[in-house]
């Protein structure tokens, strides 16, 4: 089954390198390109891609504005492209409904692995990434707010999320939990269901931001 990639980035030659390494992979089809935000949700509709690849900075409508229109409008998941001076932009882009971050510099195997993983419906958040995003909510004043939702969990699959929440994939949560690694995925797939979030990446921002996950634990 092949997956489809839509590649936004404002810089002509970024796009053409992108386009043309993931179309030389076996199972990837890149089904279009876009220079700004604005483009990029025109062609999400047209052409309904699995996976986008978006850069943030861009003029016009940025990043982070078509992300969230673009997971608003279809059911494309979002891989943004992004760069150690643009930390600032990760919560953001989750909130928006990104699913995964990926460095411009990453290897070209790297980026295969991550828009198959993003395709999958996973969350890719690296440890580097993941360890912003908690450094950014800490420095914020305001309360954690708890969901009401969170009650509708099981104390296991509260369990799953604080290590979802961590980083941890399905395999490295049902080694620790000493579960079957389909067992964890059920209990993944519940938790998103009871909360109403769309993937790992959503949780991992739900359960720093309510508290339940407390930085620099567990």
Do not use: C
Not at 76 to 86: E, P
Not at 110 to 137: F, I, Q
Not at 176 to 194: C, P
Request: no cysteine; proline share 4%.
């Amino acid at each position: 089954m092949s997956t489809s990639i839509l590649v936004v980035d404002d810089q002509s030659m970024v796009r053409a390198g992108f386009s043309a390494l993931l179309s030389a992979q076996p199972g990837l089809h890149v089904v279009g390109e876009a220079a700004d935000g604005n483009a990029a949700v025109l062609a999400a509709r047209e052409h309904r891609p699995d996976v986008v690849l978006m850069d943030i900075r861009m003029p016009g409508m940025d990043g982070i504005a078509a992300t969230e229109q673009i997971v608003s409008d279809t059911d494309a998941r979002v891989l943004v492209l992004t760069t150690f001076n643009l930390d600032e932009y990760v919560l953001q882009a989750l909130r928006a409904g990104a699913s995964g971050f990926l460095l411009k510099d990453a290897r070209a195997e790297e980026l295969t692995e991550a828009v198959l993983t993003v395709a999958r419906g996973e969350a890719l958040l690296a440890p580097a990434v993941l360890k912003r995003l908690v450094a950014d909510l800490v420095r914020r004043p305001e309360r954690p707010q708890v969901p009401a939702e969170l009650d509708q969990l099981t104390r296991r699959e509260s369990d799953v999320l604080e290590l979802v929440a961590t980083g941890l994939s399905n395999r490295e949560i049902a080694t620790y939990l000493n579960l079957a690694e389909q067992t964890i995925k059920g209990h993944v797939s519940a938790v998103l269901g009871k909360l109403e979030l769309r993937d790992r990446a959503q949780a991992v921002v739900l359960a720093y931001e309510s508290g339940l996950v407390q930085p620099g634990g567990g």
